[in-house]
Each structure stands twice: as C-alpha cells, then as structure tokens.
C-alpha cells in the first residue's frame, strides 16, 4: 500500500449506530487530520494530531470520537450520529504543520449515510 | 471573518484554456495551495504559491498576487481527465488551511 488509505469506502449507518472510520498513511508523515466534506462546501477540519497528540479540535460534536494510536493510525469513532452528518470523511497527512512548504496528501474518503 | 471566493462550475473545451481564479481574505497569508479532485477520489496536491508571480508545472500553472489577495490556476490544452473539481486553499498566521467551496470543471469535447 501507498498514500494514505481509507476504509471503509463506503458506510450505511442507522442513528443509534456504532462504527469507526480508519485511516492509514505510508509517507512516514507526523500530522494526521479528519476532514469532513459536504457538497459545495468549503472542507471543514475537524481534528488534527501532531505526533500522536491532538493538537486542533474545530468544536467537533461529542459523537465523533478521533483516535490516534500511532503516527500512521488515525480512526473516527461514530455514534449517535445525525443524517446532517452525511458527507464524505478524508483522512490526510503531512510531514510538518509547522513549515509553510508542508503539503497535506489525502485518502480517497469514506463516503457516509446515516438514516 | 475568513472566506475564500471561487466560482462554482464552469464548462470548457477539450484542447482549449481555462482559467480558474480564487480571491481570498484570510487572517495572514503563509502561502496558497491548489488542488484536484476527481470525483470519488482523494484531492491530490497541484501547486503552492507563496510569492507573487506565475508558477508553471507542465499544461498547469498557477498565478499569485498577494496585494490583490488572487490567484488562478490555468490549464492547458485540456484533456476529458481533467475534469474534476478544483479546490483553492491558503495556509493562514495559524498555520491552518482554509478551503474554498471548489469549482467543478466540465470537460466537452
């Protein structure tokens, strides 16, 4: 594998659901990052981990749940969700947020229903 | 507030030119990023500008003017495969990305 993946591509979830989104990079990146993306909207951060700590939380609900159990690792943990919460979720990394050169590279996303 | 402007959609010719701008008002201004994103797929890096002037990387270039706070992105003989979203972004005094809605281009033969 390279790149950053993401599975899974695609989750159907009811309301009072549980799951977890999981993200992996192969870049040898220190950043990891949740993104949500809803159509024609701007991409909204949602958490950043920088060396394993979480360093930003863009006042995300309490029902998303970010885990970040090594540099490589990232996953999301879902529950209660709402159907606004639909929307596609990308993972990214990089190597350094500090350094203005410091490029973010993306997962393909998982693509999020909730009933 | 912060706000990044760039058009919606926009249609172009295979084999022409079309140009995509971005205007931003952000709180400090570390450098602009440009990306591309297929549908269903991940956004893939396409250039950083920092300074002012134009960047060229093969039938894409890109185009900064930080007094004016604009940039655009400019391609080239177009091909079908790049049609595809469009997302500006700039990297502000807290080193955080601000994103642009995107602009969808459409491709035509």
């Known amino acids: 594998e390279t790149g950053v993946t993401q599975t899974p591509r695609h989750l159907v979830m009811g309301m009072t659901n549980k799951k977890s989104l999981k993200c992996e990079q192969h870049l040898g990146h220190n950043a990891m990052y949740w993104y949500k993306q809803s159509a024609k909207k701007p991409l909204e951060l949602m958490f950043v981990?920088?060396?394993?700590?979480?360093?930003e939380n863009n006042s995300v609900p309490s029902r998303f749940s970010p885990e970040c159990p090594n540099s490589s690792h990232l996953f999301l943990h879902l529950h209660t969700l709402q159907p606004e919460d639909s929307a596609l979720y990308l993972c990214a990394s990089s190597q350094d947020p500090g350094v203005i050169t410091d490029t973010q590279y993306f997962g393909p996303g998982t693509r999020l229903t909730v009933l | 507030g912060q706000n990044i402007d760039q058009p919606t959609e926009m249609t172009a010719t295979e084999g022409a030119i079309v140009q995509i701008n971005c205007t931003y008002q952000?709180?400090?201004?570390?450098?602009l990023f440009w990306y591309q994103q297929h549908a269903g797929e991940a956004p893939t890096f396409l250039s950083y500008?920092?300074l002012d002037g134009l960047e060229e990387k093969g039938r894409f270039s890109s185009f900064l003017s930080r007094s004016k706070g604009y940039s655009y992105l400019l391609l080239k003989e177009l091909q079908m495969k790049d049609s595809a979203s469009y997302l500006c972004?700039?990297?502000?005094?807290?080193?955080?990305?601000?994103w642009g809605a995107g602009t969808k281009l459409i491709i035509k033969p």
């Open positions: 500008n920092v």
């Open positions: 981990y920088n060396f394993k700590e979480q360093t």
């Open positions: 972004a700039v990297l502000d005094s807290n080193y955080q990305l601000i």
């Open positions: 952000t709180s400090g201004f570390n450098g």
